[in-house]
C-alpha cells in the first residue's frame, strides 16, 4: 500500500513503525518517542516537519 502522500515525512523516517491490521488499517508510531519524549507515539499525520527526521535506507523499505 502507498502511504507515501498520507504520512509525510513519516513514510521515509527509519523511526517510523507501520502496523497493518487484518482490517486494512495501517498504524504509524515513531519509533523515537520511546525515548525522547518531543515526539509523540503516534504522530499526527501527514507529518510535515519534524527534527528527528532520518532518511531510511532501502532495506528499511516496507514490501
Ligand atoms: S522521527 Fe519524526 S518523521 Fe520520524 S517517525 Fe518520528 S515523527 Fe515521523
Redesign the pocket.
Known sequence: MDYTIQ????AE????LVRPTNKGTIY?R????ARDER??RY?RLP?LS?????PMVASDRPR
Open positions: 504520512a509525510g515525512f513519516c523516517c527509519a523511526h517510523a504509524l515513531c519509533g523515537l518517542a515526539f509523540p504522530p507529518v519534524c527534527p528527528g527526521f532520518q
